[in-house]
């Protein structure tokens, strides 16, 4: 399996960003799809997931209502919509699979600063 992560980088307090994480080597829509995230100094944790073919996601009572997650499986691509960052949200995200197998992305960073 291998993924290909985009969209990060630095925003501002208030900004908005869209992580891509697109999936290859493996059958993508059976994959339930998530996204993590680690600050420094923090464990891992699940930010958003979404189900194989979509339906019902769920997310971090930290990010309800400002983030947005959601899959093509024809482009065997997952997103995250994140709107009204804080500088809380800096961390490195991840991407992840599961269904029989587990597959993780490299991380991108994201940071919030003004």
């Known amino acids: 399996a291998q993924f290909v992560e985009s969209g990060g980088g630095l925003v501002q307090p208030g900004g908005s960003l869209t992580l891509s994480c697109a999936a290859s080597?493996?059958?993508?829509?059976?994959?339930?799809m998530s996204w993590h995230r680690q600050a420094p100094g923090k464990e891992r944790e699940l930010v958003a997931s979404?189900?194989?073919?979509?339906?019902?996601?769920d997310y971090a009572d930290s990010v309800k209502g400002r983030f947005t997650i959601s899959r093509d499986n024809v482009k065997k691509t997952v997103y995250l919509q994140m709107n009204s960052l804080t500088p809380e949200d800096t961390a490195v995200y991840y991407c992840?699979?599961?269904?029989?197998?587990?597959?993780w992305g490299q991380g991108i960073q994201v940071t919030v600063s003004s």
């Open positions: 992840y699979a599961k269904y029989v197998r587990a597959f």
């Open positions: 979404i189900p194989s073919f979509g339906g019902t996601t």
């Open positions: 080597g493996f059958a993508f829509s059976n994959y339930a």
